[in-house]
Structures are given as structure tokens and as C-alpha cells.
């Protein structure tokens, strides 16, 4: 985490006392690039997909995110691109009761309009593998002074500036080596507002119970489906198990007590939501390849005791 967005600059400070906090520039308002801010909670927090791809910053709050069938942690300067109807949310965390008021800094872009543009302009050819790789979700590290300063630029301007603004930016991205890919499938998004209100509900609860014991069943009967068809259901959604997403939640919490907290390992299995400490070591090891003794004791090695 930066300082610089630990410590909001000035001229975020200012925009958040003039203008809105949340929602997208109008439709008239803007061309090919779409700039877009808000807080939480908030209507737009929610399992969702889209056309365009969609360049995301955190900059306020930590707490759980979901591409695709990727499972992980974000704190400000989190910053990710995801590309056209890949499925993602950001759930934020141990939030105060009046929320906050900046969160997400996005930007939003269509493939067509860059796809014509590209065989036209060879020189934009750099920011095609950029684009293949966003399908699965990219995330960048060590941009996000960089990336406040560019998303700062593009909402305070439009026309040929933001547009220079913005393919300076993908230059950046482009050029960025440090990164890593998320999802590892492709998932079958769903077409309809009611599904993608299902499936936003099921994530929200779990991420918010994880720590606590319920079951496929229970969750089946509070959205109305049998068991077999929550299962098949929710594996289009996720790209992952029921049983395998709920895991994947707890081991992730439980490596943030491993590594910010000196409880003994067995009280952090049962902190999580296991129940069974050999259950909690053989899932911990398949999914970070490592014991947690040893998970804890690197990350002791590499950040100190935190």
C-alpha cells in the first residue's frame, strides 16, 4: 500500500468535496473512454459482467476479490484489469457503519472501437497482448501512484487529451512486466439481470459467513433450487465447487491471520470456519503448497512480524 493512497492527495480530497461520489460520467458525456467512481456499500458492488473492459483501482477499504473463478485479497492500490464478460466483484470488509465515501476509481472501453483502430494504426499493435491477457483478469504491481495519477488525468479531461491520457496509460500496462494472471477459465456468464442477482447474493453471504458452518443445502433453499441444480448452478457462475470456493475464502483468511496475528495455528483453524485441523493443513497445502507453519514462517521472513 502506498502512502500516497494511504494518505489522500490533495486534489482526490478536493474532487470528493465538489462532485459526486459515485456513479458513471452520463452517456453524453463522454466518447470511447468511460470514467467511473464510487463508494460502499454501494448498488454497483455486486457479481456482475459487462462488454467492456474495465480497468479498476482501489484506493479506500480491503477485503475480498472475485474474477472470474480467482478468489483473493485487495487494500487500496489494487489495481486490475478484467476484459469483456468476465465475471468480477470487489466485497470490502470490517467497514464502518457509515461506509466511505471513495472506493473505486474505473475505466471502462469497448474491443471493437480498439480492434479497428489497431489494424489501422500499426503502431498500436504493443497493447494487443495486454488485451489477450486481460480475458482472464490482470493484476498490476507497483503501478499505483502511477495509476492514480492517470486516472486523475483522464476524469479531469476529455477529448484528444483523455484519449492521448489514456493510451499513455496502456503503454504502461503494456510495458508493466510485474503483474499476474487471475482467472484460469473462461467462464459462461449469464444473460439475465435475475441470475447475476442470484449469484451476487450467494458470494455476498458466503464471503460474509465464511468463518461460520452452513451447508450447500441451506444456501440452495434460501435462493429456491434443489441441490443439484445450486451446484451446477453455481460452478457456471464461479468456475469453482461450492465446497472449493468456501474453502478458498477460508484458507485466504486464514493466511491473513497467519500472517498479521500470533494465535496458534489450530485456533486459526477453527477462527476460519474449519472444523477438522487435518481437514484445515491438507486444504492449506493444496491450495498455497505449503504447510501453514511454513506459510507463517516466510511471511515472517519476507515482511517482519506483523
Known sequence: MTNRLRNRSPELEHYRLREPTHGFEPKETYGFLRYLQHGFPN???RWHYHEEYE???IVDTKG???VGDYIGQFEPGHLVLTGPRLPHNWISVDVADEGVALRDMALQFAHEPLESAIQL???MREILPLLERARHGIEFFGMSEAAEDY???IRET???ERFICFLRFMRELA???NYRLLSTSQLQSFDDDASLAQVSTIVNYITEHC????SMTELADRVGMSESKFSRFFKRATGNSFTDFVNRLRINKACQLLMETDRYITNVCYDVGFNNVANFNRRFLALKGMTPKEFRRQAEDRFGRL
Open 211 to 214: 468463518e461460520t458452518q452452513f
Open 43 to 45: 448498488p454497483l458492488v
Open 151 to 153: 486516472f486523475i488525468q
Open 121 to 123: 494504426i500499426p503502431e
Open 175 to 177: 510495458l508493466c512486466q
Open 158 to 160: 476529455s477529448g484528444l
Open 64 to 66: 475480498k476479490v472475485f
Open 55 to 57: 480497468l479498476h483501482l
